[in-house]
């Protein structure tokens, strides 16, 4: 892409708070955009072949929403948690195996998105994102959801097509969860805990695709309070 392209995406940028540029194979996070941390609320860059986020991501203060999606990341700089206005951050489709630590510190996340990565172990630290709708580890390769995912503030957790034969109990003591979606994993049915059922605020609980037939939840205990649940959601949406 030309110079004066970037020129005038960047003049475009500085009045809307907004920057995209995808598709265009870009292969580093562009330098130029550094002209724009006070201004710039929205970032997309999507479809390229970026492989590194510099650490002078952190300088975007007013940043709400970061899109990479389908790009050549393999891990995020500890800097990223000085977003703290970070409402959204996209990071489909890349290579990060690991998340950084710090993550947790982006007090204003809404939306964590890690489809189609290489994630093997179910993140810690995300306990403290109070403000969390939506966290997605789907199309990864994670085998266990273990006990610390009752720290989890979200209300919605896809995990379908991972590798998941271990689904911890404490999934059920998740504060705000009500959509839990484990379709296409390596579930028996001796695994689903009935808690998930009895217990938890889950109203749609998403098994398709594992080691069972679904129909065969119907026999586990709690079923019948779990379809309450899912009913009256139903109608609070019809």
């Not at 939306?111 to 093997?120: D, E, F, K, P, V």
């Not at 689904?167 to 994993?185: D, G, T, W, Y």
């Amino acid at each position: 892409m030309g110079n004066s392209a970037l020129k005038s995406h960047l003049e475009t940028s500085q009045k809307t708070g907004a920057f995209q540029l995808t598709g265009k194979g870009l292969q580093e996070f562009p330098e130029e955009l550094q002209r724009l941390t006070a201004n710039l609320r929205t970032v997309d860059l999507s479809g390229n072949k970026i492989e590194l986020l510099p650490a002078a991501v952190g300088n975007f203060l007013q940043l709400k929403s970061l899109t990479l999606n389908s790009n050549r990341l393999t891990c995020l700089p500890s800097e990223i948690s000085k977003l703290k206005k970070l409402e959204t951050l996209s990071l489909n489709g890349n290579r990060i195996q690991q998340l950084p630590p710090t993550l947790g510190q982006l007090k204003a996340l809404r939306t964590l998105s890690l489809s189609g990565n290489q994630i093997s172990e179910f993140p810690s630290g995300l306990g403290s994102l109070r403000h969390l709708d939506l966290l997605d580890l789907s199309r990864n390769q994670i085998q266990s959801v273990p006990a610390e995912v009752s720290e989890l503030q979200t209300i919605e957790i896809n995990l379908n097509q991972n590798q998941i034969s271990f689904l911890s109990a404490e999934v059920s003591r998740c504060p705000r969860l009500k959509v839990l979606r484990l379709e296409e994993n390596c579930l028996e049915l001796s695994s689903i805990p009935l808690s998930i059922l009895k217990d938890s605020q889950v109203s749609l609980f998403s098994v398709e695709g594992n080691l069972f037939e679904v129909k065969k939840l119907r026999d586990l205990e709690g079923y019948e309070q779990y379809t309450e649940r899912f009913t009256a959601t139903k109608k609070k949406f019809a």
